[in-house]
């Protein structure tokens, strides 16, 4: 399939997702872009960060709008701010971390595509533009879709050290537990 048109979404435009504690609007899918890449705006509250994790199948990007985050990437940390840009390679494990005085807004940019979709599946449709209320993720549900989207959750601090379960009170984690194996 070949892209034929142009698209434009202005500022409050694209399907809204409460997504853990953040509100992601995705503003180009794989479907409008031949699965060649994403781009999602998010809306992350203060002290919000996801579990340490890598993707196999695409490189994510993160330029900051809004806000300061800290990023982990490998042994590597920084302290991203408006009109930073950071690359996160597939492969490779990272995590991040909102600043406590967040909140913070980046737009998220991951190639190929296929993260909005995994997105729009482990969260649900917002009914407004604002951040979610606070409530503990459903860590069993990430952990049964992690594989199916190419993504592993790995043992480390999130972002900055910190330690926690995201969710209630928007604070950083440590990856969830791996799923039991087969016993035998």
């Not at 890449?37 to 993707?55: K, N």
């Not at 913070?104 to 190929?112: A, D, E, G, K, S």
């Not at 599946?121 to 979610?132: K, V």
């Not at 900055?160 to 969710?167: E, I, K, L, Y």
Request: glycine letters at 12%.
């Amino acid at each position: 399939m070949t892209i034929h048109a142009g698209q434009h979404l202005a500022t409050g435009q694209g399907e809204a997702i409460w997504f853990m504690d953040t509100l992601m609007t995705v503003k180009a899918s794989g479907r409008d872009t031949n699965d060649a890449l994403s781009v999602v705006e998010a809306l992350c509250p203060a002290g919000f960060g996801p579990p340490p994790h890598l993707h196999h199948r695409e490189d994510e990007a993160f330029y900051v709008l809004e806000g300061q985050m800290t990023v982990t990437c490998g042994e590597q940390t920084w302290t991203a701010t408006p009109g930073s840009f950071v690359l996160l390679p597939r492969g490779i494990p990272h995590a991040f971390t909102v600043a406590a005085a967040g909140p913070c807004r980046v737009l998220t940019i991951n190639t190929p595509a296929g993260f909005e979709r995994f997105v729009a599946e482990a969260g649900r449709p917002a009914s407004q533009r604002t951040l979610p209320d606070p409530q503990p993720p459903d860590v069993p549900a990430l952990l049964a879709l992690a594989p199916k989207y190419g993504h592993d959750y790995v043992p480390g601090p999130a972002a900055g050290g910190a330690h926690g379960q995201p969710g209630a009170g928007a604070q950083t984690a440590t990856a969830p537990p791996a799923p039991a194996g087969p016993s035998g």
